[in-house]
């Protein structure tokens, strides 16, 4: 008795951008490190750019960050990534710094949520008042989700 049996290749889940949320309606965002104002207790004042919002509008197995530096000199990047949940908690996926050179840059994860966790935000955190040295440099970043 002989059976047949059929080989199906395994594809990998698609995955799509996610859009930043207050952004210019492109999934890749463009930015320079801005240096903070600094108290003199070493704290940064004010706003800085460093934060920027991806929104998941719906829900997915994995999330994908990318980073890739934008500046012709190197720079040391202090970056930090959280995946954001709908019950207002946070989980950080990434507390690194890179030093890459012009048009290179990293992609962290596949990261997934904890069980029974929703995210509704994922977080790029680029820039620290501890490291003034990262500021005027530029850098690209973008997040997909995948199934």
Same mark, same amino acid.
């Given at each position: 008795? %002989?059976?047949?049996?059929?080989?199906?290749?395994?594809?990998?889940? $698609?995955? +799509?951008?996610?859009?930043?949320?207050?952004?210019?309606?492109?999934? /890749?965002?463009?930015? @320079?490190?801005?240096?903070? #104002?600094?108290?003199?207790? @070493? %704290?940064?004042?004010?706003?800085?750019?460093?934060? /920027?919002?991806?929104?998941?509008?719906? $829900?997915? @197995?994995?999330? #994908?960050?990318?980073?890739?530096?934008?500046?012709?000199? +190197?720079?040391?990047? $202090?970056?930090?990534?959280?995946? #954001?949940?709908?019950?207002?908690?946070?989980?950080?996926?990434?507390?690194?710094?890179?030093?890459?050179?012009?048009? #290179? =840059?990293?992609?962290?994860?596949?990261?997934?949520?904890?069980?029974?966790?929703?995210?509704?935000?994922?977080?790029?955190?680029?820039?620290?008042?501890?490291? $003034?040295?990262?500021? =005027?440099?530029?850098?690209?970043?973008?997040?997909?989700?995948?199934?």
């Amino acid at each position: 008795m %002989m059976i047949l049996v059929a080989m199906t290749p395994v594809v990998a889940a $698609p995955c +799509q951008f996610l859009m930043p949320i207050g952004g210019d309606g492109s999934t /890749t965002v463009t930015k @320079r490190v801005d240096r903070p #104002k600094i108290s003199p207790l @070493r %704290m940064a004042l004010g706003r800085t750019n460093w934060n /920027t919002d991806f929104a998941v509008t719906q $829900p997915h @197995r994995r999330y #994908k960050l990318f980073f890739t530096a934008q500046s012709t000199e +190197q720079a040391n990047y $202090p970056i930090q990534a959280y995946l #954001k949940f709908s019950d207002g908690s946070n989980l950080q996926v990434v507390n690194e710094s890179m030093k890459p050179p012009l048009g #290179k =840059g990293a992609m962290f994860g596949p990261f997934t949520a904890p069980e029974g966790k929703a995210v509704s935000q994922v977080n790029f955190k680029i820039g620290a008042s501890n490291d $003034p040295g990262a500021s =005027g440099f530029s850098y690209r970043i973008s997040v997909q989700g995948c199934r």
